[in-house]
């Protein structure tokens, strides 16, 4: 079977299907059409998630106080390439398979790279980036989330793996890229070839696995009786950074690499959940490791679907999985100290109608001290969100989940159903305003609200932060910790916005009052906030332009100011694109924006045009008269 043409959650409801909804949920679905919920008059209607959301009319932005924005708002379109606003100019700093290392070849487009070149090369499809600093030097880490199978092999054939380097060499293009830049006579960022700071980390790369789970049976294999020492990362999406240094790689889609000899082999339920499956994503990893056929080492899934915290300036340290932070499909790490000095990361799941979590450190961060332990030890807690704007942070523990603390930071999916979480719309990125006590999540969209139920049988019918059936555009929620402490348990919440188009639709598929003909867009994914306290938010969303969907163009990047809630658009990508990852250049005169799958379907040259191969890669953006962005 093929399912080169579908996304990673396609995938998954094709090989792992949700019951269909339920007379339960319908019964529901009829109340709360009858009671008018989508026109917004349920007792906390539409209108009053959005309190203190909407745009300020035009005129009294004119009036009122200066524009945050610092740009012109850039139109829709279904360019080629990347379109930046007027006095912007953009440059590429690295592109899949460009080498790290002088010993590798540069990126071959006749043959795409060997197994031994990528795995000196930039990875494929980078995801969320950081940036990092110390004694003059400037690191990168990127993600390296996935590989456009069809390209990456598109010498073969029929654009599949052929040979065992085929695969290997797709194995080789996950991971991390880590690695030295500075700029040029020109002023342009470059890699720098050959320092000592250049590293890639693949599925292969030793790790260790700390925290509650380690060592628990499900995690011992033949290979690792003991449960502590894991091989490779995988499937990388978003990041974090921690306040000591340390760059977060997130764990997201880890299920679609494993897969059995025997397609009939039946993994567990509790695989299942995760969506693993003994048919193969067209990876082919099980042919050549069998780490991953899941009949032969059925516990090899427990080992990914963490956190994994990486020193980016100790090439040689051993990247240690986290397994206090849970397990499930981690979107990134948003990482904020609370007043009290402990660590607190939000995370989010991102699966239709799984959920939101936060992590709080036992101990404090020490400005001087040693953190390197600080994300071993903490409280799980998972979001319930509650229609009189108020929320919750539910425990997980033995108390309150019936399972161990390890079990709860293996099958963290199954704790969180079992306290009655908050079911959510694919839960993306978080960002925490460096300028006020609040965080936003990105809820990229979710088909099956209000239609089926989540893996775990939970009821997705529509909830607060959740609040349109069959949401195909998104929305961005935010909330507020009591007494202004992100480690306290309660919150407020709101929404920021309600993507839409509100050309096709009257109704809350028009979206918030902020989303206009002129700044639409659909499936918010990446989110960051600057030191400004502007939010960049970055989509994934559908680029057909067409339907629904007409007037959004591209996959675009824009920007929100929080306070009066205006959303305007930054940059538009090229054909087929996602725009995801972000970071700044320390004097944040450049802005380093992602690309990833330009020509996912075949249809981009970007960006060396002509009849090049479409490539994922690290884009600069700057003022043309130097000034700061961001
Ligand atoms: Fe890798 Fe949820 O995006
Ligand atoms: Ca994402
Ligand atoms: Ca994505």
């Given at each position: 079977m093929s399912h080169d043409d579908l996304s990673f959650d396609e995938i998954d409801e094709l090989i792992s299907p949700r019951a269909e909804e339920t007379d339960f949920d319908q019964v529901v679905e009829t109340a709360l059409s009858r009671r008018g919920f989508l026109g917004g008059v349920m007792t906390f209607g539409l209108g009053s998630f959005l309190v203190g959301t909407t745009a300020m009319p035009?005129?009294?932005?004119?009036?009122?106080?200066?524009?945050?924005?610092?740009?012109?708002?850039?139109?829709?379109?279904?360019?080629?390439?990347?379109?930046?606003?007027?006095?912007?100019?953009?440059?590429?700093?690295?592109?899949?398979?460009?080498?790290?290392?002088?010993?590798?070849?540069t990126f071959d487009e006749a043959t795409r790279g060997t197994a031994a070149s990528q795995a000196r090369a930039f990875g494929d499809n980078n995801d969320g980036m950081s940036i990092f600093t110390k004694d003059g030097r400037t690191v990168m880490a990127i993600n390296n989330e996935y590989t456009n199978r069809k390209i990456l092999w598109g010498n073969n054939p029929d654009r599949r793996w052929v040979t065992e380097d085929d695969v290997q060499k797709g194995m080789n293009a996950h991971g991390i890229s880590v690695f030295e830049v500075a700029r040029d006579e020109s002023g342009k960022w470059q890699v720098v070839l050959d320092s000592d700071l250049n590293r890639r980390i693949t599925p292969q790369t030793d790790m260790d696995l700390t925290g509650p789970a380690a060592g628990h049976d499900l995690l011992k294999t033949d290979a690792d009786p003991a449960g502590t020492k894991t091989r490779g990362t995988w499937n990388n999406c978003g990041n974090g950074e921690t306040p000591w240094g340390?760059?977060?790689?997130?764990?997201?889609?880890?299920?679609?690499?494993?897969?059995?000899?025997?397609?009939?082999?039946?993994?567990?339920?509790?695989?299942?959940?995760?969506?693993?499956?003994?048919?193969?994503?067209?990876?082919?990893?099980?042919?050549?490791?069998?780490?991953?056929?899941?009949?032969?080492?059925?516990?090899?899934?427990?080992?990914?679907?963490?956190?994994?915290?990486?020193?980016?300036?100790?090439?040689?340290?051993?990247?240690?999985?986290?397994?206090?932070?849970?397990?499930?499909?981690?979107?990134?790490?948003?990482?904020?100290?609370?007043?009290?000095?402990?660590?607190?990361?939000?995370?989010?799941?991102?699966?239709?109608?799984?959920?939101?979590?936060?992590?709080?450190?036992?101990?404090?961060?020490?400005?001087?001290?040693?953190?390197?332990?600080?994300?071993?030890?903490?409280?799980?807690?998972?979001?319930?969100?509650?229609?009189?704007?108020?929320?919750?942070?539910?425990?997980?523990?033995?108390?309150?989940?019936?399972?161990?603390?390890a079990e709860i930071r293996i099958h963290t999916r199954q704790a969180a159903s079992h306290v009655?979480?908050?079911?959510?719309?694919?839960?993306?990125?978080?960002?925490?305003?460096?300028?006020?006590?609040?965080?936003?999540?990105?809820?990229?969209?979710?088909?099956?609200?209000?239609?089926?139920?989540?893996?775990?049988?939970?009821?997705?019918?529509?909830?607060?932060?959740?609040?349109?059936?069959?949401?195909?555009?998104?929305?961005?929620?935010?909330?507020?910790p009591d007494n202004e402490d992100h480690s306290a348990n309660g919150f407020s919440w709101n929404l920021f916005a309600l993507a839409g188009n509100p050309d096709v639709h009257d109704d809350a598929y028009a979206g918030s009052e902020n989303i206009n003909a002129g700044n639409m867009f659909n499936s918010p994914d990446g989110m960051a906030f600057d030191d400004t306290g502007l939010l960049w938010i970055q989509t994934d969303g559908k680029y057909s332009n067409k339907g629904d969907f007409a007037g959004m163009g591209n996959n675009q990047m824009l920007a929100g100011d929080t306070v009066t809630g205006e959303i305007r658009r930054f940059l538009v990508g090229p054909k087929e694109c996602e725009v995801t990852g972000v970071c700044w250049s320390p004097d944040r005169r450049t802005m380093f924006v992602g690309i990833q799958h330009p020509g996912e379907k075949g249809n981009s040259h970007f960006p060396d045009g002509g009849t090049s191969v479409p490539r994922s890669g690290v884009f600069a953006v700057r003022r043309t008269d130097g000034g700061l962005i961001g």
């Open positions: 035009c005129k009294a932005l004119a009036e009122g106080p200066a524009d945050r924005f610092g740009f012109a708002a850039v139109a829709a379109n279904t360019e080629d390439t990347i379109t930046v606003p007027e006095g912007f100019e953009w440059d590429q700093v690295v592109t899949w398979g460009d080498p790290l290392f002088a010993d590798a070849p340390t760059y977060l790689t997130c764990e997201e889609n880890f299920n679609g690499y494993f897969s059995a000899a025997d397609e009939a082999h039946e993994v567990s339920t509790e695989l299942k959940r995760y969506g693993v499956s003994s048919k193969d994503w067209g990876y082919g990893w099980a042919k050549v490791d069998d780490r991953f056929d899941v009949s032969k080492n059925p516990n090899e899934p427990n080992r990914a679907g963490y956190v994994v915290e990486i020193d980016p300036f100790n090439p040689t340290s051993t990247p240690k999985k986290r397994t206090a932070l849970g397990r499930f499909k981690h979107e990134n790490a948003a990482v904020v100290l609370a007043p009290n000095g402990k660590a607190v990361v939000y995370l989010g799941d991102d699966e239709r109608g799984e959920f939101l979590y936060k992590f709080v450190s036992h101990c404090t961060y020490s400005a001087t001290g040693d953190n390197s332990d600080l994300l071993e030890s903490g409280d799980l807690f998972v979001a319930k969100f509650f229609d009189d704007m108020r929320g919750e942070w539910l425990a997980l523990t033995p108390e309150t989940t019936g399972m161990s603390d009655g979480a908050t079911t959510m719309d694919r839960p993306e990125w978080v960002a925490v305003n460096p300028t006020k006590a609040e965080a936003y999540v990105a809820l990229t969209n979710n088909k099956n609200r209000g239609k089926k139920p989540n893996a775990g049988g939970d009821d997705t019918s529509a909830n607060g932060p959740n609040p349109r059936d069959h949401n195909n555009y998104g929305q961005i929620a935010r909330w507020m």
